[in-house]
């Protein structure tokens, strides 16, 4: 069976076509005020009037309003879901990995090689809200549309420099019983029950670092995490600081909430493998990749995303933050090189004539 070139824009196009986030919304309590599918471009469109999609759709009715927008959020993570798998062509793994039939589980996404390569691995890390895993943010794919508010970019950007990816899901905390439905509030209920081992996105993230990162074969290892992201990879750098600080060769952060000082009870050695290892992007008024000195905290070298719009942030700086990446690595791998046995036999040898 021949593998689908997933690195080609007109087969995530292709796919998409075949998709339909329309039969999603049917059979829905709004299945008539929720005419909407992805067109070509990836852009979320009215079917009758190819209008934007309209927030405000019942005038004075906040809850109803909401209760609709819920409604398409969760066809939209679904869609992501069926993006991953078919054009990305990422595995669901489910977790806890020794769950019983009956147990709530979480899951994440993985390319197929993802823990036996030796090759670099990538981590996805995205913001805390109502959204999951291979979203950026749920408003970002309603207002701009897939190729802004997704993970899919940079996946197929990752992926095509031969790069293993992991996407974790680290909002999916709960379930529903009255409804059976994934949950991604941490409002206390009768009805919500916590997923073992992802009850946060902190407990998440570990989970799947101690279970599968830490066990792959990758040496080099980095993340991309957004928002809150940010701070969950900081609590996993204190939680496993020796292991992390050993496999990551990098991390990139958009819009970090991250508090080093805090978070790391102002430890001289995380605070020093930050400042070496990590960089930052922000929302910002300065051309993209423009220094930005942040006078309130200052962690790693920070600099602009290109746009003011928080939830544009990612895809505005998706080609910097993957020349960093690369940069960091080979600069890892040289070191290696220089420092190895062989590399020093050999430079010993012609330093003696030998």
């Not at 279970?211 to 980095?222: D, E, G, K, L, P």
Request: overall charge positive.
């Amino acid at each position: 069976m021949m593998m689908t070139d997933f690195t080609e824009e007109h087969t995530w196009l292709q796919i998409q076509r075949e998709l339909s986030l329309r039969k999603l919304t049917e059979g829905s309590k709004y299945q008539e005020e929720l005419r909407y599918d992805f067109n070509i471009k990836g852009e979320l469109r009215h079917l009758d009037t190819n209008e934007s999609f309209v927030f405000n759709y019942y005038k004075n009715e906040h809850e109803q309003n909401h209760e609709r927008y819920e409604v398409l959020g969760h066809s939209i993570t679904q869609y992501v879901y069926e993006l991953l798998g078919r054009v990305c062509m990422l595995q669901k793994v489910y977790i806890p990995t020794d769950a019983t039939e009956d147990e709530p589980r979480s899951f994440f996404f993985m390319s197929r090689d993802a823990l036996t390569s030796s090759s670099s691995l990538i981590i996805f890390l995205q913001d805390h809200g109502a959204f999951c895993a291979g979203q950026w943010g749920r408003r970002a794919i309603v207002s701009e549309g897939l190729k802004h508010g997704t993970q899919i970019p940079f996946i197929k950007m990752a992926l095509k420099s031969h790069w293993e990816v992991i996407v974790l899901n680290p909002n999916d905390n709960f379930t529903d019983m009255k409804t059976e439905k994934e949950t991604f509030s941490v409002r206390q209920s009768a009805c919500l029950i916590p997923k073992r081992g992802s009850s946060s996105p902190e407990e998440h993230t570990v989970y799947v670092w101690d279970h599968f990162i830490a066990r792959s074969a990758a040496s080099n290892v980095a993340f991309i995490a957004h928002g809150y992201g940010g701070l969950v990879f900081v609590d996993l750098l204190v939680q496993r600081k020796r292991e992390v600080m050993n496999k990551v060769y990098s991390v990139a952060f958009i819009d970090s909430t991250h508090n080093i000082q805090h978070q790391s009870r102002h430890d001289p050695e995380i605070q020093e493998w930050i400042h070496k290892n990590c960089q930052e992007w922000v929302s910002n008024s300065k051309p993209l990749n423009k220094t930005v000195r942040c006078l309130m905290r200052v962690s790693c070298p920070t600099f602009s995303a290109g746009t003011e719009k928080y939830g544009l942030a990612p895809s505005c700086c998706l080609q910097p933050i993957f020349k960093y990446l690369k940069s960091m690595l080979k600069a890892k791998i040289t070191t290696a090189l220089r420092n190895s046995p062989v590399a020093t036999r050999s430079s010993t040898r012609k330093k003696t004539g030998n």
